[in-house]
T-cell receptor, first 113, second 112 residues
């Protein structure tokens, strides 16, 4: 079956620090990969996505590269801000009968001023 | 262009009761998916509706059921509520069953 594994959290960083959040996956078929972000008390927002190997998704200074050889989609940001504090979910979908999303457990990021 | 909306935002029920949650999809989107997010966990897929037909179901019992209407809005119904049904219920819409999903703010259900 399909699964997503995220690094254990929570993660606490100082403002302007470099961020890496690891994500690896297993999938039957060829998945698309996503990062969603959830701010306190809110639903999920799509942060970025990549649909094929070696694609790089980017948005709001965040980047992630689809690495088929290592089945990974790690999220990075060069300089985090306090406003980046949220829960980050890695997810995949395999286009078939439906494109249901399979999520990781999520990781909480707290950024200190 | 309006995004995905859900109602109500919060709900408290007791064990054994029934609940209906509602979702309005983003303008132009014909596919709605429902997810359950337990506290501290990632969302779990419940089912998807595409053009008013169920188009896939996750590992949830039959007491979780749904509908999609001609305007593509959707309902999630849960019968015989259990304590473990307490969660955030998220609705997501997409242009078709193979496109990126956009989520609503969710309905937080508490079962006492």
């Amino acid at each position: 079956g399909n699964s997503v594994t995220q690094m254990e959290g929570p993660v606490t960083l100082s403002e302007e620090a470099f961020l890496t959040i690891n994500c690896t996956y297993t999938a039957t078929g060829y998945p698309s990969l996503f990062w969603y972000v959830q701010y306190p008390g809110e639903g999920l927002q799509l942060l970025l996505k990549a649909t094929k190997a070696d694609d790089k998704g980017s948005n709001k200074g965040f980047e992630a590269t689809y690495r088929k050889e290592t089945t990974s989609f790690h999220l990075e940001k060069g300089s985090v801000q306090v406003s980046d504090s949220a829960v980050y979910f890695c997810a995949l979908s395999v286009f078939g009968a439906n494109s249901k999303l399979t999520f990781g457990k999520g990781i909480t990021l707290s950024v200190r001023p | 262009e309006t995004g995905v909306t859900q109602s109500p935002t919060h709900l408290i029920k007791t064990r054994g009761q029934q609940v209906t949650l509602r979702c309005s999809s983003q303008s132009g989107h014909n596919t709605v998916s429902w997810y359950q997010q337990a506290l501290g966990q990632g969302p779990q897929f419940i089912f998807q509706y595409y053009r008013e037909e169920e188009n896939g179901r996750g590992n949830f019992p039959p007491r979780f059921s749904g509908l999609q209407f001609p305007n593509y809005s959707s309902e999630l119904n849960v019968n015989a509520l259990e304590l473990d049904d307490s969660a955030l219920y998220l609705c997501a819409s997409s242009l078709a069953d193979r496109e990126t999903q956009y989520f609503g703010p969710g309905t937080r259900l508490l079962v006492l």
